[in-house]
């Protein structure tokens, strides 16, 4: 697919502010710093498009950029930032859940976890969560650019056994690097699909 336009539409705290067209929508979530925004920056071929930090806790707001005017790309606060109050925390789990749970034109949650790590308790539980709640999701590695292309795999193979613990269905699986803009095409095509067979029935 290709990206002709991709534009900023409005940043909610909650649902009630979100766009009321039924266009379509992604979602990114994720750890705090995991990439979520320099992949969609990616996606878009606009590094300014969505604000990125090396300082985790930049996206506090549910943002959504519209692309191609036809469908969104959202980016939401990250989880588990540790140095933050304990009603910070949960004022942006509510916002994240309620979105989640409450937004009807979601299609699918892309939830990102960087390559680099050990599976993590905080996105397990939070994987586990989409599944018992019945949330469309797939997995995103980022940070790809950062270890060998056989650490990579080896380590995507970990966390496939991992996940296998508890479901018995893997979801679809992406490896990317924001930097080095690999794996566009993958989820690109992957949204166009998605998008085909929303139009289609
Ligand atoms: P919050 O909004 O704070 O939750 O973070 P985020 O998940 O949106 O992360 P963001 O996109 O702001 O990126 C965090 C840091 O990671 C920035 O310094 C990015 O440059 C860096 N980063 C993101 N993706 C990649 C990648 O694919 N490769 C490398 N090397 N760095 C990346
Ligand atoms: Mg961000």
């Known amino acids: 697919m290709e990206i002709k336009t991709a534009e900023f539409v409005v940043s909610s705290q909650t649902i009630a502010t979100c766009p009321k067209d039924v266009k379509p929508e992604y979602a990114f979530i994720g750890r705090s710093n995991v990439g979520k925004s320099s992949l969609i920056n990616m996606l878009a071929r606009n590094k300014k498009l969505a604000k990125t930090s090396s300082t985790p806790g930049?996206?506090?707001?549910i943002n959504h950029f519209i692309i191609n005017k036809e469908w969104y790309l959202v980016d939401l606060p990250g989880y588990g930032f540790a140095k933050r109050s304990k009603s910070e925390i949960a004022r942006?789990?509510?916002?994240?859940?309620?979105?989640?749970?409450?937004r009807q034109q979601l299609v699918n949650v892309f939830v990102l976890v960087d390559v680099?790590?050990?599976?993590?308790?905080?996105?397990?539980?939070?994987?586990?969560?989409?599944g018992l709640s019945s949330i469309p999701f797939s997995i995103v590695f980022?940070?790809?650019?950062?270890?060998?292309?056989?650490k990579v795999r080896a380590n995507v193979a970990a966390y496939e056994q991992k996940l296998m613990e508890t479901w018995e269905e893997m979801p679809p699986v992406f490896v990317t690097s924001?930097?080095?803009?690999?794996?566009?095409?993958?989820?690109l095509s992957y949204i166009a699909q998605i998008n085909d067979e929303m139009k289609n029935g």
């Not at 942006?92 to 409450?102: K, N, P």
């Not at 980022?142 to 056989?150: E, N």
């Not at 924001?178 to 993958?186: H, Q, T, V």
């Open 92 to 102: 942006l789990e509510q916002m994240i859940r309620g979105y989640i749970l409450g």
């Open 58 to 61: 930049k996206t506090l707001l």
């Open 178 to 187: 924001s930097e080095k803009r690999e794996g566009r095409e993958e989820l």
């Open 116 to 130: 680099r790590l050990e599976p993590q308790d905080i996105d397990l539980e939070f994987i586990n969560w989409l």
């Open 142 to 150: 980022t940070k790809a650019d950062k270890l060998t292309v056989s």
